[in-house]
């Protein structure tokens, strides 16, 4: 029989990220971006046994939701998200060229990423002042290709973990946190081990950490872009179960410290790029037959200690889904299917308040 919806757990809250319908589209070529509109509409029509998505996590770019988006744009924006019955968690700041600039790039570059994560935390403490974002963090990530970054890779990265500590500097004086984002398309960021050494040069545990993305940092277990930091062997046939649970204890054992954001996700070991968006972690659908993760199970290593023990970390989970096609975004079962594999993520490793 089927647990009743008043049994389950209610934390951590469960969200949806309404940046698929940006990511990868709107430039020549690529796919029509989705309008928020419809990314809220097919968010809060989600139903998995009386259980709904509680809100979702936003991307702060246009034609979404502008970085410069005045005050009145803002409440504007909390009235319809609170409309459809939803919060808003974690927001992403867009720190890259042509409007951010890289972190690792000359001083006017770096000081125009800062600019941008100075935009995005004061869009969330607005947010919260609104009383419609009760939780969350902002994003960044280094705005930098791993080619780049190569050139130079210690002094590139003194310059990333200079500029992020400048820019903990700003989220501070915002009541802001900060969380990188590790995908293998960015500098700095690109493997696990780099990821660790950066949020180590940075040292600001109180407010940068990391945003894992399930979908991302298996891709780090095979070394994309730093086949040096690979922890599964080359050429492994996924035959084993056993071998990938061992090699995602010993990534997250290193990175679930830092952890302060969580994206559940479902990938199938390749990567995909589209439109403007660099090759990444392949999102894939919860039920993918080419799935590699078992989702409820693998969100574990993030949401539990190494003792098997609950976090309570975080108080919402996103589901991440860049670069689904509109044509599947715009289904309803897509959604019903990715908000059942989110409670069973919850009902695994929640709690309840």
Known sequence: MAMSTAARNNFPKLHNAAWPGVVGKGSPGAEPFLSLDTMLDLTAAAQVDGARFDGV??????PH??????????????????????????VVAPVWPPTGGRAMGAEAERNQFVEQVKKG??????????????????????????????????????????????ACDVARDFGERLA?????????????KR?????????????LGFQADMAHTLLYTLGYNAPEDRILPEGWNWSDPKRLDAALTTLTAALRPWTIDFHVAQNDATVKGAGSHDKTGRHC??????????IAHHAGFWMRDAYGNVLKKFRHVCWDGCMFPNDVMQKPQTWNSILRAMIAVRDAHGWRE
Not at 195 to 207: C, F, H, I, N
Request: proline residues 5%; contains cysteine; charged residues 30%.
């Open 121 to 166: 935390c004061r869009i969330a403490r607005k947010l919260r002042e609104l009383s419609v974002r009760p939780y969350g963090i902002v994003r960044i990530d280094s705005a930098c290709g791993p080619g780049d970054w190569l050139k130079d890779p210690e002094g590139n990265q003194k310059l990333i973990a200079d500029t992020f500590r400048r």
């Open 65 to 90: 939701v502008s970085i410069d988006s005045t005050d009145d744009d803002l409440k504007r924006l909390a009235d319809k998200v609170r409309a459809k019955g939803l919060v808003i968690g974690s």
């Open 285 to 294: 659908l919860p039920d993918d037959p080419n799935g590699k993760l078992t």
């Open 57 to 62: 996590d936003l991307f702060l770019y246009d």
């Open 180 to 192: 990188a984002e590790g995908e293998i398309c960015w500098g700095g960021m690109h493997s696990w």
């Open 195 to 207: 990821m660790v050494q950066l949020l180590e040069l940075v040292d600001r545990p109180g407010t």
